[in-house]
């Protein structure tokens, strides 16, 4: 019933910025930590970065001082700020949420994930 979906992707040159958003819609009671999650080809997910409900973020070291997280509760969104993007940061980027709903307990909810492209 709880359904996330990334957008702001796409195909960009070194230095440039790209501005990623995930929104949640369905029956949600609450949502604790939201995150952002990268994976390119031939590699490992990783974490990128982690807001949680009190607003405590961490940051990937691969991206620290670059990134930016920020979270919506309103909305029941999270958004990425990418700045001074650098081709190895080329990857689809997942969002997840930790969310509780009106019928279960807490679990993770991920996105189908949208598409980072860096040029050199």
């Known amino acids: 019933q709880v359904r996330l979906v990334e957008s702001g992707g796409g195909l960009v040159q070194a230095g440039g910025s790209l501005r990623l958003s995930c929104a949640a819609s369905?029956?949600?009671?609450?949502?604790?930590?939201m995150a952002w999650y990268r994976q390119a080809p031939g590699k490992q997910r990783e974490l990128v970065a982690l807001?949680?409900?009190?607003?405590?973020?961490i940051y990937g070291s691969s991206v620290k001082g670059r990134f930016t997280i920020s979270r919506d509760n309103a909305e029941n969104a999270v958004y990425l700020q990418a700045n001074n993007l650098k081709p190895e940061d080329t990857a689809i980027y997942f969002c997840?949420?930790?969310?509780?709903?009106?019928?279960?307990?807490?679990?993770?909810?991920w996105g189908k994930g949208t598409l980072v492209t860096v040029s050199s």
């Open positions: 807001v949680t409900s009190g607003g405590t973020t």
């Open positions: 369905g029956t949600i009671f609450s949502i604790n930590a």
């Open positions: 997840k949420f930790v969310i509780n709903t009106i019928a279960s307990s807490a679990m993770d909810y």
